[in-house]
């Protein structure tokens, strides 16, 4: 600016300039960190919708748990709560899923393995919606079953190389001889934030029960830990309600989600804005730098279709390495930071891409539309005479 004319500024003959290298440049970085922000944001939303529907292998969404002291207080509490309709089955467990759960080797003859060991009695993989795929359950009161029996998972079956796992021996502690009786689904005990390991289940009898465990319906999830608040004060008058929903686990996961999109949305909204605005800034100068050349072409005929193509062309070229480059930041940004939260997620795909691109082509569109169109359709005359 300090080194143009003031005599052909007043005149009116000072060209100023349009668009150059540097200009570009900077136009395309601010699309993409536009894009990086929209790609991250959309990425989340999909990613939040795909954990929510995640199968964990057991019912982690209408599943409570209260701890007690021992068979006594269990029965008592159990008592109290059968009146509630809504409450489908009780279990009881002195270690369960998301609760309490050990973690030891195991072997089977040279090979040892670390499994997660949760301890349950009667009716726990009903309440619980652990489904069997091989043998059975636990028989009630059983004392060979509470010595010797085990039910494991599917990944516990492949680790061991096992084609027919029942009545297979496993070695606990080193002198504890188990025997397989059941296999069950895959259940990820720690939810989706880290590998899901093998797991081997118990059985005990009510004596060792510590834990109550509730099922009911995820639409009843609420009120009923509500009922099991004021049923525990009537039976424990004077102890604090220690019970929990198991969705508590996943609403922290649904929680991450949220926060991070509306990190990454704000981030998006404030960067294509600005991005928008400048857009519409060079976009304004290319055409002031052109209005002769869109006067003399459309003098000859140019259509209004050919004159937007001509105004447009870099900077559709622009977007479109803006995109490109955008996508691949977002999508590697995305991934990062999934990776560093959980283990289970859904990177962002290609709709995640087409939405993102879109909503970046859509919002250039709407900042430059009018003002190329309107450079389309003036009067040659008036542009030439200005000229």
């Not at 010595?147 to 002198?175: C, H, M, R, Y």
């Not at 909204?269 to 976009?283: D, K, N, P, W």
């Not at 869109?294 to 447009?312: C, E, P, Q, Y």
Request: charged share 20%; proline share 3%; net charge neutral.
């Amino acid at each position: 600016i300090s080194k143009f004319e003031p005599v052909t500024i007043l005149k009116g003959t000072q060209k100023f300039g349009g668009t150059n290298n540097f200009t570009r440049t900077l136009l395309g970085l601010q699309f993409s960190i536009s894009l990086i922000s929209i790609v991250s944001a959309i990425g989340f939303i999909q990613n939040a919708r795909y954990q929510r529907a995640y199968d964990l292998g057991f019912d982690a969404r209408g599943s409570l748990i209260a701890w007690v002291d021992n068979q006594s207080e269990f029965d008592t509490y159990r008592n109290a709560l059968q009146s509630n309709p809504a409450i489908t089955s009780l279990a009881g467990a002195r270690s369960g899923i998301f609760s309490n759960r050990s973690n030891d080797p195991v072997k089977h003859e040279s090979k040892q393995i670390e499994v997660d060991i949760i301890e349950v009695g009667d009716n726990y993989l009903p309440t619980m919606n652990l489904k069997l795929v091989e043998g059975r359950d636990f028989i009630k009161d059983s004392e060979t079953d509470r010595k010797e029996s085990v039910i494991i998972t599917q990944k516990l079956a492949n680790a061991f190389s096992w084609d027919k796992p029942i009545g297979k021996e496993i070695i606990w502690k080193d002198t504890v001889k188990l025997y397989v009786t059941g296999v069950i689904r895959d259940v990820y005990t720690a939810g989706l934030w880290r590998e899901m390991e093998p797991m081997m289940i118990r059985y005990i009898l009510p004596a060792q029960y510590t834990q109550l465990v509730v099922s009911t319906s995820v639409a009843q999830v609420t009120a009923v830990n509500t009922f099991m608040d004021q049923e525990w004060n009537k039976v424990f008058p004077n102890r604090l309600y220690n019970g929990r929903m198991l969705n508590e686990n996943m609403a922290a996961v649904d929680e991450v989600n949220i926060n991070i999109v509306y990190m990454f949305g704000f981030m998006g909204v404030i960067t294509l804005l600005l991005s928008a605005t400048g857009l519409f800034t060079l976009v304004s100068l290319n055409i002031i730098r052109r209005m002769k050349e869109i006067g003399v072409r459309k003098v000859l005929g140019a259509s209004v279709s050919n004159i937007t193509r001509i105004v447009n062309t870099e900077f559709v070229i622009i977007l479109v390495l803006a995109s490109g480059l955008g996508a691949w930041g977002g999508y590697v940004q995305s991934d990062l930071i999934m990776g560093s939260i959980w283990r289970y997620y859904q990177s962002p795909d290609a709709v995640t891409f087409i939405i993102s691109v879109s909503l970046l082509f859509v919002v250039s569109f709407l900042a430059i539309g009018y003002k190329v169109f309107k450079a389309a359709t003036m009067n040659p005359v008036e542009s030439l005479k200005q000229e």
